[in-house]
């Protein structure tokens, strides 16, 4: 079955780097698009960054220049490298993607950014 797990969150202080990670298996990973989301505290799940199957990708206005999605097919994960990172940047994130019209969410990794 599908799998996907996120690691590499954590606390971290504004200005600060952090680079996710996403496993993902049970799936053709290099014919799929894949995708970061974050849920903020109270805030509705939203768009973080998106990477096609041919490496197209796609930001949310408030993290472009400052993080950078890529995937590893030969490992079959997923990447989000975040720089310069602000206390709004705080969120559980998720990584996404979708097999044969439905959609698969990992559980999640924290992220706490403090200022």
């Known amino acids: 079955q599908v799998q996907l797990v996120e690691s590499g969150g954590g606390l971290v202080q504004a200005g600060g780097s952090l680079r996710l990670s996403c496993a993902a298996s049970?799936?053709?990973?290099?014919?799929?698009?894949v995708g970061w989301y974050r849920q903020a505290p109270g805030k509705q799940r939203e768009l973080v960054a998106r990477?096609?199957?041919?490496?197209?990708?796609l930001y949310a206005d408030s993290v472009k220049g400052r993080f950078t999605i890529s995937r590893d097919n030969a490992k079959n994960t997923l990447y989000l490298q975040m720089n310069s990172l602000k206390p709004e940047d705080t969120a559980v994130y998720y990584c996404?993607?979708?097999?044969?019209?439905?959609?698969?969410w990992g559980k999640g990794t924290l992220v706490t950014v403090s200022s």
């Open positions: 996404n993607t979708a097999v044969d019209g439905m959609n698969y």
């Open positions: 049970g799936f053709t990973f290099s014919i799929n698009r």
């Open positions: 990477i096609s199957s041919g490496g197209s990708t």
